[in-house]
Nanobody
Framework: QVQLVESGGGLVQPGGSLRLSCAAS????????MGWYRQAPGKPREMVAI???????NYADSVKGRFTISRDNAKNTVYLQMNSLKPEDTAVYYC?????????WGKGTLVTVSS
């Protein structure tokens, strides 16, 4: 089993920044891809950004140029730096890790972008 714990969510004004963190623990050997997904009220969960163990990245079009995903393999932690936040970025953000084809999820952290 892999446990994922997110932190860093909160309330921010439009145009502001937040940094999310996700620490992985447990049976972490073999984790390949880690990433962030989000789910807004009434909408399906969507991929925000993912990063491989070799640091290859992929972003949703809606966040390209504003969000940056990074990974510290020594700390088993993945980060999401979110800049120029918009009200439509409001959602619960979930950390995800893939290990030998199995997806693991954190409990989520709420990001609210509002004035």
């Amino acid at each position: 089993q892999v446990q994922l714990v997110e932190s860093g969510g909160g309330l921010v004004q439009p145009g502001g920044s937040l940094r999310l963190s996700c620490a992985a623990s447990g049976n972490i050997f073999g984790i390949n891809v880690m990433g962030w997904y989000r789910q807004a009220p009434g909408k399906p969960r969507e991929m925000v950004a993912i990063i491989s163990s070799g640091s290859s990245t992929n972003y949703a079009d809606s966040v390209k140029g504003r969000f940056t995903i990074s990974r510290d393999n020594a700390k088993n932690t993945v980060y999401l730096q979110m800049n120029s936040l918009k009200p439509e970025d409001t959602a619960v953000y979930y950390c995800n890790a893939v290990r030998i084809g199995v997806h693991y999820w954190g409990k989520g952290t709420l990001v609210t972008v509002s004035s």
